[in-house]
């Protein structure tokens, strides 16, 4: 084999171990953010339950910033199953 094509070899071989880190590096990414968005989805779905025992003219107190504003029950509903849809839609 000539040195010419050992190096073209050696390089054709640096560029796949990029390649293949590269890969490597976003698996790794996906899978931190899935892992987030299960956790969301989760923490939203206990959320959801709690929201389901309240009667219908509980107070209920959204975090807004260091503030905390009040919020209807029904809006409060709807709000927790966007979020769920939307985590779902990601996962």
Known sequence: MSTAAVRDLQHQLENQANALNKIRKDIAKNHQVRKQYTIQHGENEMVQK?????????????????????????????NVAKRIEYITAEL
Not at 50 to 76: F, S, T, W
Request: cysteine-free.
């Open 50 to 78: 709690e929201l389901e025992l309240l009667i219908e003219d509980a107070n209920v107190y959204k975090l807004i910033g260091p503030v905390l504003v009040k919020q209807d029950l029904a809006e409060a509903n709807a």
